[in-house]
């Protein structure tokens, strides 16, 4: 948003959180922040206030804006991923539902209210785009012929990074030949808070972000459970996905597991309700338990084309690549109903 000339008056990048532990201690900041923005929203009085994801605080956003006359449009509702999620009251809190799945449209129809509901498609699918071959890429890194490349996305969060970055660190150390590490770095954290997880007998490339072209020359990835798992899915690179956090966060997982609520937690096996990508998490997200996971994946094996096949069958789910722009045009169709003396 801010390349494309948005004025940004409040940055959001580091106010998501992981787990009952990360999120309580921020209740009372976030709080502070949405009557920052509903006084902002209220001065301004925006044609069109457009709410993406992060339902804990937008859901929360609109509801007090029930009566203020502002245009709504929810652009990938909370929980959009889960065929079985009740939408609750957004159907009767918006103008315009975007949602990127088509189960999900299904499921907010189905619950009535005057919103006007729209699959468009994820938007992932229409970035995910590299613009050269994996062989170029891995001959514009210089990668021998034989030596396994690896892709290592320790996540966007300082939690997540001293959780895992350690465990992907020792797990890359158990692949031989000594592979070349494709590191992605958040922007939100930088390249030096990555350096101190950093032997210097691990052969690393810093990426920024999930660097399509790049990234695409890596034989197999160790990931952090969240968007990542998706992007790499959509440029067919095999994964073993992980998550890690604090005591509290084991806990709070083991409860869920025990609830039966829990069966998959990567957005691949998600999507395909199937177990496509192997899942190791907290003390189970060992260096060893990893490294046994990924060295299947890093040649041709059964296990490697067991994914890209789930892979394939991931994109088909996520429609024809032209999400924003359908977006885009929603957005505009509920600007346009608004009365022209009003705006």
């Given at each position: 948003?801010?390349?494309?000339?948005?004025?940004?008056?409040?940055?959001?990048?580091?106010?998501?959180?992981?787990?009952?532990?990360?999120?309580?201690?921020?209740?009372?900041?976030?709080?502070?922040?949405?009557?920052?923005?509903?006084?902002?929203?209220?001065?301004?009085?925006?044609?069109?206030?457009?709410?993406?994801?992060?339902?804990?605080?937008?859901?929360?956003?609109?509801?007090?804006?029930?009566?203020?006359?502002?245009?709504?449009?929810?652009?990938?509702?909370?929980?959009?991923?889960?065929?079985?999620?009740?939408?609750?009251?957004?159907?009767?809190?918006?103008?315009?539902?975007?949602?990127?799945?088509?189960?999900?449209?299904?499921?907010?129809?189905?619950?009535?209210?005057?919103?006007?509901?729209?699959?468009?498609?994820?938007?992932?699918?229409?970035?995910?785009?590299?613009?050269?071959?994996?062989?170029?890429?891995?001959?514009?890194?210089?990668?021998?012929?034989?030596?396994?490349?690896?892709?290592?996305?320790?996540?966007?969060?300082?939690?997540?990074?001293?959780?895992?970055?350690?465990?992907?660190?020792?797990?890359?150390?158990?692949?031989?030949?000594?592979?070349?590490?494709?590191?992605?770095?958040?922007?939100?954290?930088?390249?030096?808070?990555?350096?101190p997880y950093l032997p210097d007998d691990?052969?690393?490339?810093?990426?920024?972000?999930?660097?399509y072209d790049i990234i695409q020359a890596?034989?197999?990835?160790?990931?952090?459970?969240?968007?990542?798992?998706?992007?790499?899915?959509?440029?067919?690179?095999?994964?073993?996905?992980?998550?890690?956090?604090?005591?509290?966060?084991?806990?709070?997982?083991?409860?869920?597991?025990?609830?039966?609520?829990?069966?998959?937690?990567?957005?691949?096996?998600?999507?395909?309700?199937?177990?496509?990508?192997?899942?190791?998490?907290?003390?189970?997200?060992?260096?060893?338990?990893?490294?046994?996971?990924?060295?299947?994946?890093?040649?041709?094996?059964?296990?490697?084309?067991?994914?890209?096949?789930?892979?394939?069958?991931?994109?088909?789910?996520?429609?024809?690549?032209?999400?924003?722009?359908?977006?885009?045009?929603?957005?505009?169709?509920?600007?346009?109903?608004?009365?022209?003396?009003?705006?």
């Amino acid at each position: 948003m801010r390349q494309a000339g948005v004025d940004l008056a409040m940055v959001s990048e580091h106010w998501g959180a992981m787990g009952i532990a990360e999120a309580v201690p921020k209740i009372p900041y976030l709080l502070v922040q949405q009557q920052r923005l509903l006084r902002h929203l209220r001065a301004c009085r925006p044609d069109v206030l457009v709410a993406i994801d992060f339902g804990a605080f937008n859901v929360r956003t609109l509801n007090a804006l029930q009566g203020s006359g502002i245009r709504t449009v929810y652009f990938i509702p909370p929980g959009s991923w889960s065929r079985h999620r009740a939408p609750g009251q957004l159907p009767f809190l918006v103008d315009a539902i975007a949602t990127p799945f088509p189960w999900s449209a299904e499921n907010l129809r189905r619950a009535g209210g005057p919103a006007r509901v729209e699959w468009v498609g994820h938007p992932l699918l229409e970035y995910c785009r590299p613009t050269c071959t994996r062989d170029a890429a891995r001959a514009q890194l210089g990668v021998e012929s034989g030596r396994p490349v690896i892709a290592l996305a320790p996540g966007s969060r300082r939690a997540e990074l001293h959780h895992l970055m350690p465990v992907f660190v020792e797990a890359a150390r158990r692949v031989t030949p000594k592979p070349l590490c494709l590191l992605t770095v958040a922007p939100s954290l930088g390249e030096a808070a990555m350096r101190p997880y950093l032997p210097d007998d691990l052969d690393v490339r810093f990426l920024d972000g999930i660097a399509y072209d790049i990234i695409q020359a890596a034989d197999a990835a160790l990931v952090t459970s969240g968007t990542a798992t998706l992007e790499l899915a959509c440029l067919d690179v095999p994964m073993v996905v992980a998550y890690r956090g604090s005591l509290a966060s084991e806990l709070q997982y083991r409860i869920i597991a025990r609830g039966g609520r829990l069966r998959f937690i990567s957005l691949p096996n998600i999507l395909a309700d199937a177990p496509v990508v192997p899942e190791l998490l907290q003390r189970a997200a060992n260096p060893d338990a990893l490294a046994a996971a990924l060295l299947p994946l890093l040649t041709d094996t059964p296990e490697r084309q067991a994914q890209r096949d789930g892979f394939a069958a991931i994109r088909a789910m996520l429609g024809d690549g032209d999400a924003c722009a359908r977006t885009a045009r929603l957005i505009l169709e509920v600007a346009a109903a608004i009365p022209a003396v009003a705006r």
